[in-house]
């Protein structure tokens, strides 16, 4: 079961980005990554880890488009993964590698202070 969830997962990552990229014609959708797509185990809920690139206001709007998108994007993921039942689709914004970026400039600042 654990192997065909991962390459559920993956298969999931794939084509719901290439839905977001190519079928989505929402003004407020902004640029979008999916960095990973979480599977329940009875795999009736796939959580899309997300990154938006922009500002507050943009990653805000793009977040309400994908809202607003959810069953168009889970009809085209259903006809093209065949599956018995489609998750639910909850679309999360990951900001991992906005703090990484933050903390390692902190760093870099503190530690340019120390050599002087």
Same mark, same amino acid.
């Given at each position: 079961?654990?192997?065909?969830?991962?390459?559920?997962?993956?298969?999931?990552?794939?084509?719901?980005?290439?839905?977001?990229?190519?079928?989505?014609?929402?003004?407020? /959708?902004?640029?979008?990554?999916? =960095?990973?797509?979480?599977?329940? %185990?009875?795999?009736?809920? $796939?959580?899309?880890?997300?990154? #938006?690139?922009?500002?507050?206001?943009?990653?805000?709007?793009?977040?309400?488009?994908?809202?607003?998108?959810?069953?168009?994007?889970?009809?085209?993921?259903?006809?093209?993964?065949? /599956?018995?039942?489609?998750?639910? =689709?909850?679309?999360?914004?990951? %900001?991992?590698?906005?703090? $990484?970026?933050?903390?390692?400039? #902190?760093?870099?600042?503190?530690?340019?202070?120390?050599?002087?």
């Amino acid at each position: 079961m654990k192997y065909r969830k991962l390459r559920v997962q993956d298969l999931f990552r794939e084509e719901i980005s290439l839905i977001i990229q190519r079928e989505i014609r929402d003004p407020g /959708m902004g640029f979008v990554t999916i =960095l990973d797509v979480r599977m329940s %185990d009875d795999l009736k809920v $796939a959580k899309v880890l997300l990154s #938006i690139y922009g500002s507050e206001e943009e990653k805000k709007s793009t977040l309400e488009a994908l809202k607003r998108s959810k069953g168009y994007i889970k009809l085209l993921l259903g006809q093209r993964v065949k /599956m018995r039942s489609m998750p639910e =689709l909850r679309f999360i914004l990951d %900001d991992t590698f906005e703090k $990484a970026a933050r903390i390692e400039e #902190i760093l870099k600042k503190e530690n340019d202070v120390q050599q002087d």
